[in-house]
């Protein structure tokens, strides 16, 4: 019998051994392999303060495309930081923020609001348990903390903490040797051609609950509220922001007024700003598919509205003069 329990330790012993050792050799592919994990940027940032950190999902990351974030800091002379993440909402955006702030601080945040993102647990909770995404987060002991504590306080399913814990995802990630980049900046350089069968897929997609009852809305928002708090508690402006979208899509979107009137009376309890620049770029050459600006409408929407916007974010006339107005938002070629 001791014969037996000693084999059985000596081949328990051996296989947590290796298991160990994949491990470690995933996590070392994790830091050879990173780009757009907003916990990997934030666990090889250097700088210990930032002038913005900019948070949201999809519509935010081609801020960080190619050279456009080294580009955007040599126009402003700001050190910008993106912890955008694809289909992440103010959920999962508050816990990098968290992660953010242990360490570094910054002067700014940057919201880029989405109603999508308020309109279903898939985009806030579940996101937590996303292999892609947790197959590029680092190891952090306070990291993984906060994974089991939004496990047992915020609704997030425990299997997200036990993965990132046991580095399930990471070992069993098919992709292990590419580079950690969002599909979507390949493609940064093209001009996409407006299809109705496209937007009404990826309409479907986005909102896989429909546009949910107010209720849901209503605890994403206040996901935001506390995002926003624990900025400002830290020292920092909030600003939100929607991006650009072609004037076809952007009338799909399912009660966008009800979000935008949501939006607006956050910001205005927050005493934040919050631009609007939904409308602002039509054409359809300015889109590298449905709802993502391309490399030339970006660096449009930059030279256009957004430069201003970050190096004076609390100077109201020259953020107007950009044709926006705060809070409010609309643009004013829009204005009825």
Known sequence: MRALVKTALTFTGIGLALYAAIYFAAERLVYRTGDTNPFYKIATLEKPKVDWVILGASHAMPLDFDDFNPMM?????LAVVNLAAPGTGPLYNRFALEQ???EHTTDNVLYVVDSFAFRSKSWNEDRFSDAKLLARTPLDLALLAGFVRYSAYEGVAPRA???YATGFSKINNRNRFDRD?????SQFDRTHRPSKTADAKRIE????DGASDDAVLSRYVEELRDLMQLAKAHGARVTGLKMPVPARFHALLPQEDAFDDAMAGLFTAEDSQLYDFSLAMDEPGLYFDTDHLNRAGLTEFFDRHLKALLMTPDDRDAVEATGLNPVAGVPQAEQK
């Open 73 to 77: 800091e040599g126009e402003t002379g």
């Open 100 to 102: 953010f702030l242990r």
């Open 161 to 163: 903490a036990l993965d």
């Open 181 to 185: 980049i969002w599909e979507g900046e």
């Open 205 to 208: 997609y986005l909102y896989p």
